[in-house]
């Protein structure tokens, strides 16, 4: 892999690179203020992308419907992708494969965050198909970005990620000492870890702010998601975003309407009780169902609305369409780059074999950039 031996031109490089993938797809989108420009297309599903501050872009992709070759990747100037940080870490196959352990390699990655403090933090669930964890895969997972190597692999156990969890998403705090998980599986809980000492606890395991809401069912195209069986869309905790300065942390379960927050003062103090950690929470209003949230440098709050295809805006009053279109079937997760330019994910989950088995296991999915956000020239 080639490295960049200056940041200054490292920096240069990504925005130049921003830049021309824009320049492939820039088109003003049916709803909504803003523009829809590509950056890239994948042959496999897509979920997580995030920006370093050094412009480079970073995808995942899960294990869901298909054994995706690569689970973590660097996007490349021209919109490909590169094994990251190197092919050994995504050597990890669904069959047993010798030496292949689930504890130092990629087993099925959801998220990957920067956390602008020259880390990429990757969170692998190890739950291939959404199925049940491989034993000894969950994790959390911090790369250098300076050395591209693996500096630390914080290991969950059924503790924390239980057998029928799956880690969702991750925030970190400003000091680099604390990270806040959701788990979206069969019992929705958030997930606090001190970073420096790698410890893990699960909090809010089974509470109403973290379960599906009943009574709510997912639409896309107009109709009620669901599977050939009939089976609709579940997920527990899954939507997560941290205030800029670190002091409050924002959830919702993808299928629910309503949005929590509780300072992370109170979700960072072992010593509180379930029952006073619980008092704590806020209900912030209500909301449609959705898979990200981001709240930006301004304090703008980013929801990706899947059932209309579109990204919408919370600030201070109510939600506004920042952009609707028909190509950006389900919004799943946003990252914000050093300029101030929000990216998105369409991850296509409605148009999944789950859904629609015609379609097979291999899907086409997108990276966007969203223009007209209010980003630094």
């Keep these: 892999m080639t490295r960049f031996t200056a940041a200054s031109a ?9 830049a021309s993938f824009a320049q492939q797809q820039a088109a003003p989108s049916p709803g909504g203020a803003a523009q829809l420009q590509l950056v890239a297309s994948f042959e496999h599903q897509v979920t997580g992308v995030t920006v370093a501050a050094d412009g480079r872009i970073f995808v995942n992709f899960p294990r869901w419907s298909e054994d995706a070759p690569v689970s973590v990747a660097e996007v490349t100037r021209d919109g490909g992708i590169r094994s990251y940080p190197d092919e050994a870490w995504n050597a990890w196959r669904n069959v047993k494969r010798g030496q292949i352990t689930p504890g130092d390699h990629f087993v099925c990655v959801q998220s990957v965050v920067a956390d602008g403090r020259g880390n990429l933090w990757v969170v692998d669930p190890a739950a291939p198909g959404q199925g049940y ?19 630390q692999v914080i290991r969950f156990d059924e503790r924390v990620a239980p057998l029928s969890s799956y880690i969702n998403d991750v925030r970190l705090s400003p000091d680099g000492r604390h990270a806040y998980l959701t ?48 089976r ?72 990706s609305a899947i059932e209309g295809n579109a990204v919408k805006v919370r600030d201070g009053g109510g939600d506004t369409t920042l952009v609707q279109d028909d190509r950006l079937r389900w919004p799943d997760t946003f990252a914000e780059g050093p300029d101030g330019t929000v990216y998105v994910t369409s991850s296509h989950i409605q148009d999944m074999s789950w859904f629609k088995p015609e379609n097979g296991p291999r899907l086409a999915t997108q990276l966007w950039r969203i223009g007209g956000t209010g980003a630094r020239p």
């Design 10 to 18: 490292a920096l240069a490089m990504a925005l130049l690179a921003s």
């Design 183 to 230: 788990d979206a599986g069969a019992k929705g809980a958030l997930i606090v870890v001190d970073l420096p000492g790698g410890q893990a606890r699960r909090v809010l395991d089974g509470h109403p702010s973290t379960q599906p809401e009943k009574g709510v069912v997912v639409k896309t195209d107009g109709q009620e998601l669901r599977r050939p069986d009939g």
């Design 133 to 151: 964890v491989v034993p000894g895969g969950a994790k959390l997972v911090r790369i250098d970005l300076a050395t591209n190597r693996v500096a």
């Design 232 to 303: 609709g869309v579940e997920f527990a905790a899954d939507s997560i975003a941290l205030s800029p300065d670190g002091h409050h942390l924002y959830w919702k379960a993808l299928t629910g309407r309503t949005l929590y927050r509780v300072a992370t003062e109170a979700l960072s103090n072992s010593r509180l009780s379930a029952k006073e950690l619980e008092s704590r929470i806020e209900r912030v209003g209500g909301s449609e169902p959705t898979d990200g949230l981001w709240i930006d440098k301004r304090g703008r709050l980013y929801l």
